[in-house]
């Protein structure tokens, strides 16, 4: 190989008879420099948004999720929750009362969901970040606080207590009574101060209310009862595995989940537009490779002379036929090694110095994380791609000109 190869090399940087044939070549380089940038950057890009994505459903649900079945509630004395606590993958345990309820403020109303957590929620899950104004605080020794969703706040046309002296009145349905025989009675009301507002995505700041988990289980009228579990895992664990050890413990008719598989339709979604984001930028390596075809066909007629010469001193067909093929390899070897440098600096440069802003979005700027399986994965698919279809061509092109001489 060393002999084609350096052929090849010459054929590469040497002068042709030909402008064309540079033009051609220098096209080659260009679109699949380009196009592996592009991938670089999408990949980066999407990792970027599937942490950001991450971060923020797991500041609101647990890593792994213990639920009754559908209408019941889990009575956390008998699953001995202690003894979980020491397991040293579970960082901690929430018991979570969640229900649908009618939230009133002055003489505005609307349907949010309520969520009871205990008092150290907004501090463990990292929620205590994402508030948009007032403070974390669910509850101090004589008073209880709610944290609703932005949304929520301007649907309401809502202020916190502490500016408006006015309560938030909170209207739940009490189980087991029909609203359409006594619509007074169906309900359970408690007013609770606005204490902060919290604002992580659009789904979830038109939706929630967070309230302390005493105030959810007395405005329900239900015992120490929860609606589910929420575990949340050390740094570094697993979820799969911690949901399969937490599910040996549980009897059979609890559910557990993971984060991702209770919002699988949002990690799906993710995974589709990555996919279907590599085949479109494929498939314009594709039409690249077209154009290293082209330029290897008229370098092979430019170099007529020349391999008749060759042949006629000794060189097989063989050996011809791979001085084109590599001089095609090198083209679109060329063309992504420069792109994978191009692309590479262009993410750093957007998570160094934030080129491109994200206007209206939770983080000033769109992230990128660079992940070493994208660059080997696109460097893989280009020269894949490079390899199958010059090939075949070159095969068939070299036959057909070493037939004639």
């Not at 797991?58 to 397991?87: C, H, K, Q």
């Not at 491109?356 to 460097?379: A, E, N, S």
Request: aromatic share 10%.
């Amino acid at each position: 190989m060393r002999f084609p190869f350096y052929i090849a090399e010459r054929y590469l940087f040497s002068k042709k008879s030909r402008n064309v044939i540079n033009l051609i070549t220098g096209i080659s380089v260009a679109v699949i420099a380009f196009v592996t940038a592009a991938m670089i950057v999408v990949l980066s890009a999407f990792n970027g948004i599937d942490m950001l994505v991450d971060e923020l459903y797991s500041s609101f649900d647990g890593d792994v999720i213990i639920e009754a079945p559908r209408g019941r509630y889990l009575d956390t004395d008998r699953l001995n929750m202690e003894a979980w606590s020491e397991d040293s993958r579970i960082a901690a345990i929430h018991e979570v009362v969640e229900q649908s309820v009618l939230v009133q403020y002055k003489d505005r109303q609307r349907v949010a969901v309520m969520k009871g957590v205990p008092a150290d929620y907004m501090t463990s899950t990292g929620l205590e970040n994402k508030i948009y104004e007032g403070g974390a605080i669910l509850e101090d020794e004589d008073t209880f606080r709610g944290i609703i969703g932005y949304g929520i706040l301007l649907d309401l046309d809502a202020a916190l207590y502490s500016e408006s002296l006015t309560p938030l009145f909170v209207h739940a349905a009490e189980k087991g009574r029909r609203i359409s025989r006594d619509k007074e009675k169906a309900f359970n009301t408690e007013p609770i101060m606005i204490g902060g507002v919290f604002s992580i995505n659009l789904e979830y700041d038109s939706q929630y209310l967070l309230v302390p988990i005493a105030f959810a289980r007395d405005v329900m009228k239900v015992g120490q009862v929860s609606s589910y579990l929420e575990v949340q895992a050390k740094e570094g664990v697993p979820l799969e595995e911690l949901k399969d050890v937490i599910a040996s413990k549980m009897s059979q008719d609890l559910k557990v989940s993971t984060r991702e598989e209770k919002n699988a339709l949002v990690y799906k979604a993710n995974e589709s537009e990555r996919l279907v984001t590599i085949l479109i930028l494929s498939f314009i390596i594709l039409i690249a490779t077209f154009n290293i075809l082209a330029s290897i066909t008229m370098l092979m007629l430019d170099k007529q002379k020349d391999l008749k010469i060759i042949h006629s001193m000794g060189a097989t067909v063989q050996q011809v036929r791979n001085i084109f093929f590599i001089e095609a390899m090198l083209i679109s070897v060329a063309g992504t090694v420069i792109g994978l440098v191009l692309g590479l600096g262009v993410c750093f440069l957007q998570s160094e110095y934030g080129l491109v802003p994200l206007q209206g979005g939770i983080v000033d700027y769109y992230p990128v994380i660079i992940m070493l399986r994208d660059v080997l994965m696109v460097f893989a698919i280009v020269v894949s791609i490079g390899f199958l279809f010059s090939w075949f061509p070159v095969k068939r092109l070299t036959k057909g000109l070493l037939a004639q001489s």
